[in-house]
T-cell receptor, first 108, second 116 residues
Framework: GQNIDQPTEMTATEGAIVQINCTYQ??????LFWYQQHAGEAPTFLSY????GLEEKGRFSSFLSRSKGYSYLLLKELQMKDSASYLCAASGNTPLVFGKGTRLSVIA | DTGVSQDPRHKITKRGQNVTFRCDPI?????LYWYRQTLGQGPEFLTYFQNEAQLEKSRLLSDRFSAERPKGSFSTLEIQRTEQGDSAMYLC??????????????FGPGTRLTVT
């Protein structure tokens, strides 16, 4: 079967660091995506991990452990505009399987 | 070409009517995908094309749904005899076949369908 699990909601303070976890089970596995989606808008690409380890891109970093079926997205120096849903998606035999998304609220 | 475009952005229709949506991918992208997203859920895969060939269809895609990409450029998604359960955001995405970018999908703004 195919399953992506991530927390439904998280709240964090402006300027802080937040980690959004994702576990996955898919038929075949090519890599793990993270997308950001603001309310009423389309998802926008944040990161793609193929190999184990941490990839850093500015304030955002993404980690993958293929053996554990686990990934996380790390957001540093949170800003109010980071309030959005963060979607974890696994690429495998089906092009992309998305989780339900984690709604992040950044508060002052 | 600045990105994936979709038309219309919003569609309100009565139950039982047919609707058609259009997607124009990024021009050099070979692959085109259709997803459906309802409130509080992630996008659900419906179907995808590589050039003009439809390579995969989800079980979610009932026989009332049909998608085409006749010349390997734009695509259309038609829903016949719409039902209230079809109300959702329909997202189109495209990707290149080359290198690491082969897996990176760029999404259009979506078409929000409301069936009354």
């Amino acid at each position: 079967g195919q399953n992506i699990d991530q927390p439904t909601e998280m709240t964090a303070t402006e300027g802080a660091i937040v980690q959004i976890n994702c576990t996955y089970q898919t038929s075949g596995f090519n890599g793990l995506f993270w997308y950001q989606q603001h309310a009423g808008e389309a998802p926008t690409f944040l990161s793609y991990n193929v190999l184990d380890g941490l990839e850093e891109k500015g304030r955002f970093s993404s980690f993958l452990s293929r053996s554990k079926g686990y990934s996380y997205l790390l957001l540093k120096e949170l800003q109010m505009k980071d309030s959005a849903s963060y979607l974890c998606a696994a690429s495998g035999n089906t092009p992309l399987v998305f989780g339900k998304g984690t709604r992040l609220s950044v508060i002052a | 070409d600045t990105g994936v475009s979709q038309d219309p952005r919003h569609k309100i229709t009565k139950r039982g009517q047919n609707v058609t949506f259009r997607c124009d991918p990024i021009s050099e992208h070979n692959r085109l995908y259709w997803y459906r997203q309802t409130l509080g859920q992630g996008p659900e895969f419906l179907t995808y094309f590589q050039n003009e060939a439809q390579l995969e269809k989800s079980r979610l895609l009932s026989d009332r749904f049909s998608a085409e990409r006749p010349k390997g450029s734009f695509s259309t998604l038609e829903i016949q005899r719409t039902e209230q359960g079809d109300s959702a955001m329909y997202l189109c995405a495209s990707s290149s076949l080359r290198g690491r970018a082969a897996y990176e999908q760029y999404f259009g703004p979506g078409t929000r369908l409301t069936v009354t």
